[in-house]
Nanobody
Framework: QVRLVESGGGLVQPGGSLRLSCVAS????????IGWFQQAPGKQRELVAA???????HYADSVQGRFTISRDNTKNTVYLQMDSLKPEDTAVYYC???????????????WGQGTQVTVSS
């Protein structure tokens, strides 16, 4: 069994910064895609930033230049540094990963429980 646990959300003023963390634990052989989605009230869940299975990064246009995704493979952890935050960044942020538990299995999609980010003065 694999778990993704996010942390780092909270309330921040416009223009401020937050760093989210997501730790993957359990039986992990390979992490393929891993990244972050956001879901604002009344809206669909949308991709914010991710590492592709090839190791490249992808960002939503709305966060390009303000958010930075990084990872520590030794800790099975992915981070999302969010700078210059705007009220429209307010959402629940979910960690997502495609993970295989052994070298012979196809990857399975996992989601974290989500962490609330609120940008408000």
């Amino acid at each position: 069994q694999v778990r993704l646990v996010e942390s780092g959300g909270g309330l921040v003023q416009p223009g401020g910064s937050l760093r989210l963390s997501c730790v993957a634990s359990g039986t992990i052989a390979t992490i393929y895609r891993i990244g972050w989605f956001q879901q604002a009230p009344g809206k669909q869940r949308e991709l914010v930033a991710a590492f592709t299975s090839g190791g490249n990064t992808h960002y939503a246009d709305s966060v390009q230049g303000r958010f930075t995704i990084s990872r520590d493979n030794t800790k099975n952890t992915v981070y999302l540094q969010m700078d210059s935050l705007k009220p429209e960044d307010t959402a629940v942020y979910y960690c997502y990963a495609d993970i295989s538990s052994d070298d012979h299995s196809h990857p399975t999609a996992y989601w974290g429980q989500g962490t609330q980010v609120t940008v408000s003065s």
